[in-house]
């Protein structure tokens, strides 16, 4: 079973891979100015929030959880970093309170998950609006704008087309990869996916597991609201809205099951890629922003429906003796 999880995952990883270079190269081809060095650095730094939030998000929905509150952390983050600046406070003490800003808004996701046995769904899809709702309170409808110059300047400077936040992202996701392919951790997160009453009795500790790939989850919303705040030089409580159906987009067509215990990182990072490389191609297209979101949400769908539709095909087709089958 477990070999055939991972013979499926990689066949999804190829298509994606075959999916991001076929697009690339179509839109390299026939859109005017994708292939620029400058429009290079712009996708790669577009999709940065993303790929920061698809990080932790694919941990927990391997974990067979959800968090679509990572947005709305976002925005209080921003939120909280435009009050704090207002209030004459440095910058540099601002930005762990951030941090532990996402890291509390995970931590109470989380208990609530696992202390008081709510489904992560329904948790998540209101601290979606409770952590807006916070930050629109703290700041209003107002942009906080006069931010250090030294940090906006930082956020989107670049080493050649490469800008260093997607350096950024390109390191912790090595990080990410190692710790859920690569440890003890990764392998119980994979168990929890699978069947969260037998790692249990393995012994995995589920609730502690569960509990931190909130914090983890919160945390780098709140990160991601550093580099989206610095990137556009100004802190908003709107930031970010609508950012949770990328990632879930990104993560789902990267090959992680919505169901739990299947999914590779790779295939979420180039999944990013893509649905970035299709959203920048139908801009410089002058498609309209309705089409743009159609494209994201017929992804979404694509992502949830082809693994479990090819999975169906497979034991449909599968030779049977006696109702079982044939090995």
């Known amino acids: 079973m477990a070999v055939d999880l991972a013979r499926m995952a990689r066949r999804w990883e190829g298509l994606i891979l075959v999916l991001l270079v076929g697009v690339t190269v179509w839109a390299s081809l026939g859109v005017d100015g994708f292939a620029n060095g400058s429009n290079v650095s712009f996708l790669l730094l577009d999709t940065t929030e993303i790929a920061l939030m698809a990080l932790t998000m694919t941990l927990v929905i391997v974990a067979a959880e ?10 209080l983050s921003c939120a909280v970093l435009g009050r704090l600046w207002n209030a004459g406070l440095p910058i540099e003490a601002i930005m762990p309170i951030c941090l532990l800003v996402g890291a ?5 996701n989380g208990l609530l998950v696992t202390r008081l046995g709510l489904p992560s769904l329904a948790v998540t899809i209101g601290t979606f609006a409770l952590f807006r709702g916070l930050a629109y309170v703290m700041l209003g409808d107002q942009a906080v704008a006069g931010l250090p110059p030294a940090y906006t300047s930082l956020a989107t400077a670049s080493v050649g087309p490469i800008p260093l936040a997607t350096i950024l992202v390109a390191v912790l996701a ?33 609730k502690r597991i569960k509990l931190w790939l909130f914090v983890a989850s919160g945390t780098m919303a709140s990160l991601a609201s550093l580099v989206y705040t610095f990137r556009y030089a100004s802190a908003r409580a709107d930031s970010g809205m609508g950012l949770e159906l990328a990632v879930v987009a990104a993560v789902l067509l990267g ?12 295939g979420v990072l180039m999944a990013v890629l893509l649905l970035g490389a299709v959203r920048n191609a139908l801009i410089l297209a002058d498609v309209a922003n309705e089409v743009l979101n159609f494209v994201t949400g017929l992804l979404l769908v694509a992502s949830v429906l082809a693994p479990n539709l090819g999975a169906v095909w497979r034991r449909r087709s599968s030779p049977q003796v006696e109702g079982k089958s044939v090995t």
Do not use: K, Q, Y
Request: charged share 10%; hydrophobic share 55%; glycine share 16%.
């Open 66 to 75: 959800i968090d679509l509150s990572v947005a709305s952390t976002l925005g």
């Open 104 to 108: 509390a808004c995970g931590a109470f």
């Open 174 to 206: 090595v990080v990410a990869a190692v710790v859920l392919h690569a440890t003890g951790l990764g392998r119980s997160i994979f168990a929890l996916g699978s069947n969260v009453e037998a790692a249990f009795f393995a012994g995995v500790r589920v």
């Open 255 to 266: 090959g992680v099951s919505i169901f739990g215990g299947r999914g590779t990182l790779p």
